[in-house]
């Protein structure tokens, strides 16, 4: 029998790698910033037609977010692809001019390596972003972004995500010849927001003896409600429904009444004006409703937690994903669970 004093601490491992992550964003900015734009310029001179993003798991909602990016900031055609149609059924379309983006934590997953390596066989400009610069996915792009996240030993994948997106962002704003100014106080903010886990361990209470969630947002925020999703399931194992505010008044909306427990992401910006319908209308259902964002909107809400007021739109989400990190580490240690190893997950998921 092991020794109590001596036994991992559940969850020790996930709550160091997201106390790194101001450190992470830090570095990213100092070190990894004038490589990413030398890659986006050298990109942007051939001129893609548009941009196709192709990733799984927790960096397919950082891909889903750089789809927003893309096509707000760029003014191009963006999409997620399906891998199946090139691994599964052998698909060969014209890729001439086209930016494919693959984004993988690990770069291992044989269908990503595939994938990517026909869409470079297809005429396509590939651009690998991983968290590994030795990966079998990063040899076989033309171009490679590593996210400078260290190694991630938790299951729960959370410092390589903000990585991700704030590599992402980077990337976006060098193909528009920007200079990502919007994005340089993120590693203070987010410092800030990690330091108030107090709050969201109090929050955690609420959702201990959940059987299920609703999660909702709109424009940047939407990738957050689905990380927000993943993050919950794959700890707490309470099935968490992520819907873009939009798709959820068109009949979701119907599962939600009075003891249902609902997080919104609300962005101050776009996105939060086109969610205030949403949130009317959960009011009126008489919703438990909890709001991460402006203190307006956490203030009319059941809960909430504020977030800093005056961060450009398309980088709030590197900090709305922050607190619900810490929620689904707080809702599982609160369940007895470990969060750090999560039951039939592995690190590297290897699908074909």
Do not use: C, W
């Not at 033309?142 to 390589?160: Q, R, S, Y």
């Amino acid at each position: 029998m092991s020794d109590p004093q001596t036994a991992p601490v559940p969850g020790r491992i996930m709550a160091a790698e997201m106390a790194e992550q101001p450190a992470v964003l830090r570095r990213i900015l100092d070190e990894g910033a004038p490589k990413i734009f030398d890659i986006a310029a050298r990109i942007a001179a051939r001129n893609p037609r548009f941009v196709l993003l192709t990733a799984r798991g927790t960096s397919d909602n950082a891909a889903l977010y750089a789809k927003y990016l893309v096509e707000i900031l760029l003014g191009k055609p963006a999409g997620l692809t399906s891998m199946s149609t090139t691994t599964a059924y052998g698909a060969k379309p014209d890729l001439t001019d086209v930016l494919v983006v693959t984004v993988s934590q690990s770069g291992g997953s044989p269908d990503l390596v595939a994938s990517t390596k026909a869409a470079r066989e297809a005429g396509a400009i590939t651009l690998a972003v991983t968290n590994n610069a030795s990966s079998p996915l990063a040899e076989v792009s033309e171009f490679h972004i590593d996210v400078l996240a260290g190694p991630e030993k938790a299951l729960p994948a959370t410092k390589t995500y903000t990585a991700e997106l704030l590599s992402l962002y980077l990337l976006v704003e060098g193909l528009r010849g920007g200079d990502g100014a919007a994005a340089r106080e993120l590693p203070e903010l987010a410092a800030g927001i990690l330091a108030r886990q107090p709050e969201v361990k109090a929050l955690a209470e609420r959702y201990r003896f959940a059987q299920r969630l609703v999660i909702t947002s709109r424009g940047y925020g939407y990738p957050t409600a689905r990380e927000a999703a993943l993050k919950l399931m794959e700890t707490t194992y309470i099935p968490a429904s992520p819907f873009s505010g939009a798709d959820l008044l068109h009949g979701p909306l119907a599962m939600v009444d009075n003891v249902s427990p609902v997080i919104a992401i609300v962005p101050e910006g776009k996105g939060g004006e086109a969610l205030q319908p949403v949130l009317d209308r959960l009011r009126g259902r008489g919703a438990d409703l909890v709001v991460i964002g402006q203190r307006q909107q956490v203030d009319a809400a059941s809960a909430g937690f504020v977030l800093p007021a005056g961060v450009p739109e398309e980088v709030q989400t590197v900090l709305e994903i922050l607190p619900l990190q810490l929620l689904a580490y707080e809702v599982t240690i609160a369940r007895g669970q470990d969060p750090d190893a999560p039951r039939a997950l592995a690190k590297v998921t290897e699908t074909h």
